[in-house]
């Protein structure tokens, strides 16, 4: 019994109590990351159609600017602003149109949408600060998943590193009819293997 008791209490609060140590410094090394330069592909699945969309997203402290190759052949969409309740979003013709949020943007111009203002915190694999969520973590202390404002993020994979902090690699996101599966190629420095099946991910 004492043997038994003894393992219980090795691998049970001990060892959530780790994991809780370990995910509170990811987070705390993820949230000092405020500025990057991503290169990502992805499958967006989207009213029973699916598409493969690029994406290359620069930010600073001061500055944010997405470029969106997006589906439907309507060319690359380039989203930016300079202060937070303020963003742009230029056309491929040359129109600009502006509004408070990414989303609305998006919505408004081209009719479908991305979680931006969410993402630029899941990417990291943080929760968006100041409202409700859930999450599930693995050994090291990384987001398994994470539920917020409706949408489930799950982590499939990170790129390796030995130290914090770990970079999220491949990412799926859903709500409601709308999917989407991202393949981080680069962030900042860090470089993944460009496998072909990892380009445009695939919907089982």
Known sequence: MLAVTGCSQLHGPSN??????????QQQAMGAVNSWNIHA?????????????????QRDADRFMLLLEAPFGQGVFRID?????????RLPDGQVFSNATPEALLEDVIGWSLPISGLEYWIRGM????????????????AR????????IVYLDYFDAPLEPQYPRRIKLSRDDLTLKLVIERWQQSEAGQDP???FPEFN
């Open 16 to 25: 959530s109590a780790q994991k809780q140590q370990l995910w509170s410094r």
């Open 145 to 152: 998943s994470i539920s917020q404002a409706r949408w489930t």
């Open 127 to 142: 929760p968006q600060p100041d409202a409700d969520f859930s999450r599930r973590i693995d050994s090291r202390g990384r």
């Open 41 to 57: 592909r992805a499958a967006l699945k989207l009213k029973g159609g699916v598409y493969n969309i690029g994406l290359s997203w």
């Open 81 to 89: 602003g300079s202060v937070r309740d303020k963003y742009r979003l």
């Open 197 to 199: 099946p990892d380009l």
